[in-house]
């Protein structure tokens, strides 16, 4: 068996509440629970299951398909005097030109985000200087064409890692592309999702972001990973396209080829040997297709805001198309990303104006630029920062280039009375009451005035009374509210079980800044990866939360729990939550209390 059962410790989402007070008025404190809230079921006796995390709802069951591993690391026996080493540096070039044509095949056949991935994959199999090192350690050090593409990619990994954040994450990219380069060069297959007609669950070490991209959900019921964590690439992709994914199983060799296993994403785990019924029962849930009506209500009709968070144009079309009722999180960083300086004002109102376009007369929060940490930005960031997650992101780089937020708040200000859709701004990283009131100020010379923060860090969280009389909302980022409650890197899959929502501590934080919007009369709102799990989404209502706001995808699950649920067994479960003493205890009360969500197959 390999790790303890956990919660689907979704990554990101937000909120965004409406105009002065929250939908159905500030939230009433929470009452004991009046049902008792039972054990979670056990698993049948005598089977078989494996344990990981759980990072994407559903369940599905199908035979193994494994993922295709790579070669490994080539012999480093030089060439011999007869080799012709021009001929043999030669070679690399070819197989990057395949490799490289091949990932642009696959990338025209995909859209958006997932043809940018297969687009910037194919690009770095044809890098300039990662070939020209391979060639060279070919001919200077009379190394075989694969094993000095190893040595080369090796290297441009080692960068990219000594980076840190966002930029670390490229040394996955240049390990997938040197892994392909040498399958071509070795005659070995190139390694990836296997080509089957009939659906599979997918077993893998670890899923290359250019992997993910082409992840078909017609034939990939579900995702199994040794590797990865709640906010990896794989989670979020796979909850992005429905797939239920369970990360982290460290025993996945018992997974063998063919094999049918039951996959349950939110219990995070999988079934060895699942009966007949079982397996057909998972099939009938699948084929299930919900949509979502347009408003998120409680049974009793409670209103709760279901939003969408988008990261850019496209995402935006898609979260209308989903029928989100607005969005709760603009992600601005898409703009700012991979560039040496700031879009220009003009460049940036471009961009946002799509986005508000999409979104006719309903609510739109954007957030100003989260530089730092995970996206390290040249100007606004230093990249020797030996802590980068506590140092200078969020709105903290407006300290360094004040120029930078007042440019984005003067874009946002243009694309806002260009576009009918009702602007809310906020800021990340907020920690302090001075913080808030100069950002509320900020936005108020743009004539922005409805101005928020993101509670990412628990002290936004303890002080939610004194900042919300400054700000019109707040919006709850669990991702990273639980990255530093719980002191746990959120990237880290090693510390996947404390990365989750569910410890009862991050949910302490959320009734505390529900208690202070109550207080001040202001909406709060979640929008971190919470917020797409339909379990804590009953939490978070029953906490006070008036908004959630979550990968669109998302929506029909969160919409059709909530409206199981009435607001009095949502503060109960929420009670229950919160007073439970660990992360597993209180997802486990939760889930009892929830028969919808084994009707609904989560
Ligand atoms: C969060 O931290 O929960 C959040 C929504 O912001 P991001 O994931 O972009 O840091
Ligand atoms: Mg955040």
New binding site residues.
Partial sequence: MSTEQQGTGA????TAPTAAAPAGGPPEPLNPPSAPLGAPAAPPAGATVLRGVGVSAGQAAGPVARLSEPAGEPASARLGDDVDVEAEAARIAEAAAEVSAALKASAATVEGERRELLETTAQMASDRSLLRSAAKKVTTDRLPAARATWEAAGEVADKFRALGGYMAERARDVADVRDRLIAVLTGAPVPGVPQRDEPFVLVARDLAPADTALLDPARVRAIVTVEGGPTSHTAILARALGIPAVVGVTDAAALTEGRVVLVDGAAGTIDLAPDEAAVRRAAERAAQVRTFAGSGQTADGHPVALLA?VGDPAGARAAADAGAEGVG?F?TEFCFLDRGQEPSVEEQVTAYRTVLAAFPGRKVVIRTL?AGADKPMPFVTDTQEANPALGVRGLRTARRAPEVLEHQLEAIAQAAAAESADVWVMA?MIATVPETEEFVASCARHGLTTAGV?V?VPSAALLAGPILARAAFASI?????TQYAMAADRMLGSLAELSTSWQPAVLRLVEETCRGGAQQSRPVGV???AASDPALAVVLVGLGVSSLSMTPRALADVAAVLGATDLQRCRELARAAVDAESAEAARAAVRAGLPVLTELGL
């Fill in positions: 990554p990101r989402a937000a968070n999180l992600r989260d990340p993101m990412e980022g669990t991702n990273d509210l929008c971190g990866e």
